[in-house]
């Protein structure tokens, strides 16, 4: 069993309400901390390790 694509987990967060969008980050980086994960950079070189770029999709696309 496949779970959702990033599109379709993309399209319901773009539903929630901005409080449960925020509330959803301060929920997952949570449980990041508490699975001793390091956090995830913000910007600089570090920020895109795969190489990707933070860049806004079109609709359908």
Same mark, same amino acid.
């Given at each position: 069993?496949?779970?959702?694509? @990033?599109?379709?987990?993309?399209?319901?967060?773009?539903?929630?309400?901005?409080?449960?969008?925020? /509330?959803?980050?301060?929920?997952?980086? /949570?449980?990041?901390?508490?699975?001793?994960?390091?956090?995830?950079?913000?910007?600089?070189?570090?920020?895109?390790?795969?190489? @990707?770029?933070?860049?806004?999709?079109?609709?359908?696309?």
């Amino acid at each position: 069993m496949q779970g959702p694509s @990033w599109r379709e987990v993309s399209e319901i967060v773009e539903r929630m309400a901005a409080r449960q969008r925020a /509330a959803l980050i301060n929920a997952l980086s /949570a449980f990041n901390a508490a699975g001793g994960e390091p956090s995830m950079p913000t910007s600089g070189a570090d920020a895109y390790p795969l190489g @990707w770029e933070d860049t806004a999709l079109p609709h359908g696309g």
